[in-house]
T-cell receptor, first 111, second 113 residues
Framework: GQQVMQIPQYQHVQEGEDFTTYCNSS?????IQWYKQRPGGHPVFLIQ?????EVKKQKRLTFQFGEAKKNSSLHITATQTTDVGTYFC???????????FGTGTRLKVLA | NAGVTQTPKFRVLKTGQSMTLLCAQD?????MYWYRQDPGMGLRLIHY???????AKGEVPDGYNVSRLKKQNFLLGLESAAPSQTSVYFC????????????FGPGTRLLVL
């Protein structure tokens, strides 16, 4: 169907290490959004990718959209304790206004 | 601007009781959404609205009803609560539905005994 698979489910890293989460779809995506949810908090929008092969950066965060528009990744360089949280990708179901969220990747950063 | 607010923050219900969750936004957004979040399941869309007076079913609508009588408010109702509805409920809004940023409220934690 139009589900989005997110891997890994959990990731523990030492502070200063890099981190990457992947979002994969079996169907072509019109766009992909990324959200971050801090523990006990609510999802907060990070970015939207629309174009094939698009790469966007926000400080230590790099977002990529695959050439075939079927996958996306979020890479964090030199993680900090403030990066702790769950990262979700979300896609819009074709022909609707419904958003489908991935199951999320929970990141723990060990100081 | 308060953004998106949700009432109440936390509630305990007994099986069979009813309640209404209120979502309010002050950003003049057309689109509003209700999600539930369960451990390991991500966010699942319950119902949504593309404008005042309109509502539509999401992915998991059973057991819930919604109303959007005013543009700024989106109500989620549970007529007869069940333990399976224990969850964290998030409301979100966006200016339009087409790839727009969704702004989320702080969430309502519901426990059904």
């Amino acid at each position: 169907g139009q589900q989005v698979m997110q891997i890994p489910q959990y990731q523990h890293v030492q502070e200063g290490e890099d981190f990457t989460t992947y979002c994969n779809s079996s169907t072509t995506l019109s766009n992909i959004q990324w959200y971050k949810q801090r523990p006990g908090g609510h999802p907060v929008f990070l970015i939207q990718l629309v174009k094939s092969g698009e790469v966007k950066k926000q400080k230590r965060l790099t977002f990529q959209f695959g050439e075939a528009k079927k996958n996306s990744s979020l890479h964090i360089t030199a993680t900090q304790t403030t990066d702790v949280g769950t990262y979700f990708c979300a896609r819009m179901r074709s022909g609707t206004y419904k958003y489908i969220f991935g199951t999320g990747t929970r990141l723990k950063v060990l100081a | 601007n308060a953004g998106v607010t949700q009432t109440p923050k936390f509630r305990v219900l007994k099986t069979g009781q009813s309640m209404t969750l209120l979502c309010a936004q002050d950003m003049n957004h057309e689109y509003m959404y209700w999600y539930r979040q369960d451990p390991g399941m991500g966010l699942r869309l319950i119902h949504y609205s593309v404008g005042e007076g309109t509502t539509a079913k999401g992915e998991v609508p059973d057991g819930y009803n919604v109303s959007r009588l005013k543009k700024q408010n989106f109500l989620l109702g549970l007529e007869s609560a069940a333990p399976s509805q224990t969850s964290v409920y998030f409301c979100a809004s966006s200016y339009s539905g087409l790839g727009e940023t969704q702004y989320f409220g702080p969430g309502t934690r519901l426990l059904v005994l």
